[in-house]
Every structure is written in structure tokens, then in C-alpha cells.
């Protein structure tokens, strides 16, 4: 097995890493949707590649007329072996790791949707300041009745706006994505926490935007946050549960610009270098030709 096989899945991650660390100069609309497609094609990438080593290393331990009987299709592990002790143990640890954080994620998001769907109405009796996007037929915004009494009328129009906007954009597909990519791959923990701040900022600058008042949405956030201290994490996307400081300093700087260029480029060209460099993973037809099997 030689590096070009791994290169693809290197150079994602790279990528992927980079971009979670440093935030990119655009509207966090565009920053969500690049942060994103790179996040899912690492994940693609990663994935494919620990799977053919993880085949190739154990199809070492059988006979080759056993691998070779496998539809005829056996070669193709047999022509990238021997795979050595510690890549084969490393591959199977990563595909063990992949697997738990996906049972948990799921786990955690069954379990969030149903208390959410169990709540009655769109306000529940919760002292504690709550504001929800939930999606879906039966989804709207939740609030609590420790909000409702928290803010004033005007304050309550930003928390409608903010939770509207992650609903209308559907931002719960991008949580999906982004939550779903770094349980294969634990090391995109960094990029999805780039990309709920990038989600939560998109729905602030939406909020401002219709309340005319960036003051206000600033003031909002930190006062529910003040409320509530101690989030509890959850799969959806919540007004005040993660990243208030930079948040509430970004409204009350200037607001960002459109981009209808620079973003639209830099979207269009992340867009094609990932897929690219993913597609370009041998391994990815490798294991295509081995669910033929």
C-alpha cells in the first residue's frame, strides 16, 4: 500500500483543519456552506480510505484462494496487501471509533427530538430561558416560559427572527452534516464548532437585519445567555447555547458584507477541489466494487 493512497484523505483533512481553525472573511452564510462541503468530503475521504485497509489487512489473514472467490472481485484487495500490523490495528481502531460516535450521535438525536416532539404547543413550562428551531411538518420555534418572561416584547421578536431564520434556511441540515462528518472522523470536531458559529451568526445577521437593530440582537443573546450559564448540548440549534462571546462582538461590530463575489468564488472553488480530491480516492471505487461482491 503506497502513499498516493492516502494522499487524498491527507490533504482533505488538511483543508478541513485549516478552515476549522481559522475563520474565513465572508458572510457566515458562505462560510456555513464551504465549511460544510469540506467537512463532508473529508469525512468521505477518511472513511473510504480506513475501509480499504481496514479489508485489505484482514483479507491478509486469509487464503488467497479465499479472497480471490470473493466474485472474482478479491484481487483488489490482494493487489494493495500486505498491510502492515500497526496500519491494519490503526484502521480497524478508527473504523471502531467512526462506528460509536455515529450510534451516539444518533443516540443523542433521537433522544433531543423527542423531547422536543413530546413538548406540548410551541411553549413549554420550563423556568429555564429555552428557544428552539425544531424542523420538520410538526416543527416550528419552541420557547419557554422562563423566555417569555426573561425579555420584553421587542427582545422577543429577535428570538423569533433568530430561530425563523435557522428554520427557513434549514440549518438543521447543516448541523446533520457537519455533526454527522465529525463522529466518523473525530478530528472535524473543530470544523463543526466553526460551523454552528458560522450557523448561529447567519441567523443573528438575519435577525438584525429584520429588526433593524444589531444592538438589540447583541443584548438579546448575552442576556439569555447570562440566564442560562450552563447550556446543556444539543443537537439543535439554540439562540444562546454555544458561542455568545464572539457572536455578541461581531454584531457589535459592523456588519458583514454580502460578498457577491469573493463568496460565491471561494464556495464554487472549495466546492470543486473537494469533490475533486475526493473522487480521486481510488479506494472510494475500490469499495464500490466490493458491495458487487
Known sequence: MTWPTFAPALI???LSLLLGWRALPLHPSWSARILVISGVSTALAVLSTVLLVAAVFIAGFLPPEAVL??????????DHGPVPVHLGAMALVLLGVGLYGTVRLGVGMYRDIRM???APGSVTDQERPIALAVPGYRGGVLVSRGLMRLLTRDQLQVVFRHEHAHLRHRHHVYTTLGALSAAVFPPLGTLQKSLRLALERWADEDAAQATGSRELVAHTIARVALAAPDP????HLALADSHVVQRVRALLGEAPSGNPVAGPALLGSTGVAS???ASSCFQLHHFAALLLL
Open 69 to 78: 472467490g470473493w466474485g472474482g472481485k478479491g484481487h483488489l484487495l490482494l
Open 275 to 277: 469533490s475533486g480530491i
Open 12 to 14: 482533505l483533512t488538511a
Open 232 to 235: 446543556r448540548p444539543t443537537w
Open 116 to 118: 422536543v416532539r413530546d
